[in-house]
């Protein structure tokens, strides 16, 4: 296992002694968060590889610790959260926390935070992006293009289909779903929705909430914003994709396990629906070989967050969560606050 190891007690002329906490943070993370740390921890350990810990590495990292910063794509279980005795905090670098045993953190009295509000216009640019590149084959065409195969203008070379004026369903209207939505009027859509309530910010939109056997029925793309949970895992099943119009398109960006990747591979080839774009998979970072042959999909490996601006502004919070949970401060990102009064 491979460290860089900061022992700061300054920084810049400013008298700033840091507090006598034990930190450790499972990827390299912009400057300015690490910064932050180390100015106001003691002792602030990273893993400084391009590549993801194993949970062994994590567990034995995770030792002594008085706080842990984690990746979206790090199992922290019961046997990570209890490693350390003095551990009062795990603070996720990402909106969703699936990753993270919140039960078990709770019973042994740990905080856990994550990202939400930062990275919704980044995320919904990606899946505009997403939206666009597969339904107008721009992947294809770019590959056509390069692999001098285009011989010039021909009236039914690659064709796709028209996005405005469609239906657009999207699946979980939160913070990112309302801000794909937003995107969705500049192009004339009908937006449609499913939340477990009615959402305010949609209806000022023009959008109307529906059942989700009607966002299966009626959308011409199907664009999916919710957290994995018990309830929504493998939510869009062999059922639902055969629900779908044969025209449709599948678009998501939240977890790869809200759709089942097996039937998903069914849909695509036999042409239940018309394509999907995926920025995420249900066994990442593995995935499914099939999808890798299929021409009507694009791929993408989970870079919905990826912009500078983004990953530093959730680096910068999920730093400021871990640090005020170890002052002792109220952390409004918390997911499981509770665990303070147990």
């Known amino acids: 296992m491979s460290f860089c190891r900061s022992l700061i007690s300054g920084v810049s002329g400013v008298n700033m002694w840091p507090m006598d906490w034990n930190i450790f943070v499972t990827r390299r993370i912009p400057p300015a968060a690490l910064e932050l740390l180390r100015r106001q921890a003691g002792r602030v350990d990273v893993f400084d590889e391009e590549f993801p810990m194993d949970h062994a590495q994590l567990v034995a990292a995770a030792r002594d610790r008085d706080g842990i910063m984690v990746m979206g794509n790090d199992r922290v279980d019961a046997a990570v959260l209890a ?128 059942s989700f056997g009607e966002i299966l029925r009626q959308s011409d793309f199907i664009c999916v914003h919710v957290p994995l949970t018990s309830e929504t895992r493998h939510l869009f099943d062999e059922t639902a994709f055969r629900k779908m119009k044969p025209t449709a398109w599948f678009i998501n960006v939240a977890r790869g396990a809200v759709h089942d990747e097996a039937a998903l591979v069914r849909a695509l080839r036999e042409h239940w629906i018309a394509g999907a774009g995926l920025d995420v998979y249900e066994n990442e970072p593995r995935v499914a070989p099939d999808l890798l042959e299929l021409p009507n999909v694009v791929l993408l490996p989970h870079i919905g967050s990826a912009t500078v601006e983004t990953r530093e502004r959730m680096a910068l919070m999920a730093a400021e969560n871990l640090l005020a949970i170890l002052r002792g401060d109220k952390c409004q990102n918390a997911v499981n606050p509770c665990a303070i009064s147990i």
């Not at 490693?83 to 996720?92: D, F, Q, T």
């Not at 930062?118 to 294809?140: Q, Y």
């Not at 293009?145 to 796709?160: D, E, Y």
């Open 83 to 210: 490693a350390s005795p003095r551990l009062k905090a795990v603070s996720n670098y990402s909106v969703g926390y699936d990753n993270i045993d919140v039960a078990e953190a709770t019973r042994r009295k740990i905080i856990v935070t994550n990202t939400p509000g930062v990275l919704s216009e980044a995320v919904a640019d990606l899946t505009w992006a997403l939206l666009l590149a597969a339904v107008r084959h721009v992947v294809v065409a770019d590959r056509f293009v390069r692999s001098g195969q285009w011989k010039g203008w021909a009236p039914t070379q690659l064709l796709g289909a028209d996005v405005a004026g469609k239906t657009l369903g999207i699946v979980g209207a939160g913070r990112i779903g309302a801000a794909v939505a937003r995107r969705a009027t500049g192009f004339s859509m009908k937006i449609i929705y499913t939340a477990r309530q009615d959402k305010p910010d949609m209806r000022a939109l023009g959008a109307t909430r529906v």
